[in-house]
């Protein structure tokens, strides 16, 4: 999940194994969040969202998962593949607001 | 279509230097963002302009300014680089609307203040 400091938490995997990324968010008057994946180099790119009156989407070999109870979020990777290694944000909106607030990540790495 | 587009892609400065990053979109979004990038803190908001003619301060406004020049283009100024300044700086713009939540990226600015 989410941590302070200068070292991400890294996730690490066997190719093929599910991965699940974990997600604390901090306000409960959010009511919009968001994945993103992050690859060396580049800039973030949009994973999945969910808003607050859902408790679970899903897309392409990935399910978010939200839990307001306890202010918790959750990224699943079906299948996990060598390209998904990278650094995974999730990101939170509070109602009426028009900005994201970006928590500080974790690292996927995925071991062929 | 290029999405978010920002340059220069590497600039190294001294103290004391000023400069400014471009950034420019052509999906015709009405909001665009500035955010830092440093290890181990995330994404953090400078500045945004949830429209054309407005700024607004984010998270770390200190030292930078801003400009919406046009819908298209949203560029942040550094008048006197310190060495804190030293990032990578990424650009977003978001379209209008209830659907059109999420942010898009250009490809970042690396800068390293001398």
């Known amino acids: 999940g989410e941590s302070v400091g200068l070292h991400l938490p890294t996730l690490s995997v066997q190719e093929g194994d599910n991965s699940i990324i974990n997600c604390a968010y901090s306000?409960?008057?959010?009511?919009?969040f968001i994945w993103y994946k992050q690859e060396s180099g580049k800039g973030p790119q949009f994973i999945i969202d969910i808003r607050s009156n859902m408790d679970k989407r899903q897309g392409q070999r990935v399910t978010v998962l939200l839990n307001k109870t306890v202010k918790h979020l959750s990224l699943q990777i079906a299948a996990t593949q060598p390209g998904d290694s990278a650094v995974y944000f999730c990101?939170?909106?509070?109602?009426?607001?028009?900005?994201?607030?970006f928590g500080k990540g974790t690292m996927l790495l995925v071991s062929p | 279509n290029a999405g978010v587009t920002q340059t220069p892609k590497f600039q190294v400065l001294k103290t004391g230097q000023s400069m400014t990053l471009q950034c420019a979109q052509d999906m015709n979004h009405n909001s665009m963002y500035w955010y830092r990038q440093d290890p181990g803190m995330g994404l953090r908001l400078i500045y945004y302009s949830a429209s054309e003619g407005t700024t607004d301060k984010g998270e770390v406004p200190n030292g930078y300014n801003v400009s919406r020049l046009n819908k298209r283009e949203f560029s942040l100024r550094l008048e006197s680089a310190a060495p804190s300044q030293t990032s990578v700086y990424f650009c977003a713009s978001r379209g209008a609307g209830g659907n059109n939540e999420k942010l898009f990226f250009g490809s970042g600015t690396q800068l390293s203040v001398l």
């Open positions: 990101a939170e909106r509070r109602s009426g607001y028009s900005t994201l607030t």
């Open positions: 306000n409960s008057a959010s009511d919009y």
